[in-house]
Every structure is written in structure tokens, then in C-alpha cells.
């Protein structure tokens, strides 16, 4: 459980310790507010509510570029990982996939993650703890080579030179298990796939998701003019043998 409360308003959000908060419109005592009490600040109504996943992930420290919620919504969409699951997970980077599949698989499974930059491993040890997943997610200041976990449900890599790890992820996964590789460009997709192929990896696809968010304004709406287009092409491959 994080020790972190989300003090919600109609148009901000604000993740605090209990205590004296200051919001945009003053000061509030929410030491003793319960869950989905209601509390005013500046003549402004606020309710205290436990924060999701995505609300504490929101207020994590970045370092390596993260996997988006897009991206880690789109590998538990294709793969179901679900409740118990033992997955494997390396780099660690910031941690988030790590910590978004760690409240998928919940306390009956297990992440383990690998990070070999020790200012990252770090970083992520700080988010895994403050997003309430000690004991869920692991994370080891090793290099991903170095992994020794067997009998998983599913591995994700997120680190450059995955394609040398592919035959490695294979034997260590169950029969019916995942890899999955997140690549930023197509040259790298392209040595994972054909790696996925040599090792025996069946179902093999890649997907690229792109979201586009609308927005409207005195009543027209269209699509954001900027935004993130291209994040990295995810390459799944599932084990039958
Ligand atoms: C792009 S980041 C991963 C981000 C992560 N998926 C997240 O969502 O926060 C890649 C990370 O892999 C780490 N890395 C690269 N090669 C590695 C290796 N052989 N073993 C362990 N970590 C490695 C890098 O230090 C970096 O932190």
C-alpha cells in the first residue's frame, strides 16, 4: 500500500502525505479526513480518495526515457498477463513498466526487474517504494545478462542489444510465456524479430500504437496538433514448446 492519499479537485489533483496540504487555494488539514470524505480549502470542495496506479506513476522520478501507458496498456492487452503472473522485466529504467505490471500480477505474483546504472536502480527502488510495490516488484542492480529466473509467465525488455537476450528469455520462459521487446526504431525491431524466429518463438507480431488525443474548444473539437506520435514498436512472441 503506498503511504501517499490523492486529494482530488473538480480541475487538480494533488498526491500528499496526510498532514497540512497546500493546494492552488490555500490550506487544508487532511491528517484524520477519511477515505472519500469531503474537505474545503479556499472555499474550494476537495475529497480524499486513495490514488490508482496511474495517479502515483504520474508523480514518479524520471530518469531513462519511460514505457508510456499506452505502450504498457497495449502488452497487457495482448498478452493478459493477469493476477500471480511471474514476470521478468530489464532495463528497469524509471522503473514504471516494472511497476505497472506489478499491480496487474498483485501480491500472489512477482516482477523482477534488472537495472545495471546504479543512479537509475536507484531512482526506480524509490518509485517501486512509493508506488506500494516492495515485495511485489524486485529489482536487482545487475546487468540483464545476469538474470536467473525460470519458469516465467512473461519477460519484457527495454534496453539496447534486447536481440542478444531473446534465445536467453525463450528458456526461461513456461510453455504458453511472452517476450516482449520495446524498440525504439525499426533497426533494432528488426534484429528482435529475426531473433524470435531463430529461437522458436511462435505468434510472433509487432505493433506499433499510436494515440491521438481530441480536444474540444467553444464547442469544435479536433485532434491535439501536437503531441507523441511515435514511442517504440513492441514485438511479442509467445513459447510453445
Ligand atoms: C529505456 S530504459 C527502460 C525504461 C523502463 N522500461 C521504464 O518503463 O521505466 C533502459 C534502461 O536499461 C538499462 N540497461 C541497458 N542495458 C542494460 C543491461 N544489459 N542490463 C541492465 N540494465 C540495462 C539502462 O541503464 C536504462 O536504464
Not at 482530488?8 to 487532511?30: A, C, P, Q, S, Y
Not at 505474483?109 to 510495490?133: H, L, P, Q, W
Request: net charge positive.
Amino acid at each position: 500500500m503506498s503511504e501517499y492519499v490523492l486529494l482530488l479537485h473538480k480541475e487538480r489533483k494533488f498526491l500528499v502525505r496526510r498532514g497540512v496540504v497546500n493546494t492552488h487555494v490555500g490550506r487544508v488539514d487532511i491528517s484524520n479526513a477519511k477515505i472519500g470524505e469531503k474537505v474545503s480549502a479556499g472555499g474550494e470542495e476537495f475529497v480524499v480518495v486513495e490514488p490508482t496506479i496511474t495517479d502515483l506513476l504520474e508523480k514518479c522520478r524520471r530518469g531513462a526515457q519511460i514505457i508510456m501507458p499506452k505502450d504498457a496498456a497495449q502488452i497487457v492487452a495482448v498478452t493478459g498477463v493477469g493476477r500471480g503472473w511471474r514476470c521478468l522485466d530489464g532495463g528497469s529504467g524509471s522503473g514504471f513498466l516494472a511497476i505497472f505490471l506489478g499491480h496487474i500480477v498483485g501480491s500472489e505474483g512477482k516482477v523482477y526487474t534488472y537495472e545495471k546504472r546504479k543512479e537509475f536502480y536507484e531512482k526506480a527502488r524509490k518509485n517501486i517504494s512509493m508506488c506500494g510495490m516492495d515485495g511485489i516488484v524486485e529489482i536487482k542492480n545487475e546487468d540483464m545478462g545476469n538474470f536467473d529466473e525460470e519458469g516465467l509467465d512473461m519477460v519484457t525488455f527495454d534496453l539496447k542489444g534486447a536481440e542478444n537476450l531473446v534465445g536467453r528469455a525463450f528458456e526461461h520462459l513456461k510453455s504458453g510465456g511472452w517476450l516482449v521487446v520495446y524498440s525504439p526504431h525499426i533497426e533494432q525491431q528488426i534484429k528482435v524479430r529475426s531473433e524470435m524466429e531463430k529461437s522458436g518463438f511462435s505468434h510472433i507480431k509487432m505493433v506499433e500504437n499510436i494515440q491521438r488525443e481530441w480536444k474540444s474548444v467553444a464547442g469544435y473539437t479536433h485532434p491535439f496538433p501536437r503531441g507523441i506520435m511515435h514511442t517504440g514498436f513492441l514485438t511479442f512472441g509467445r513459447k510453445i514448446a
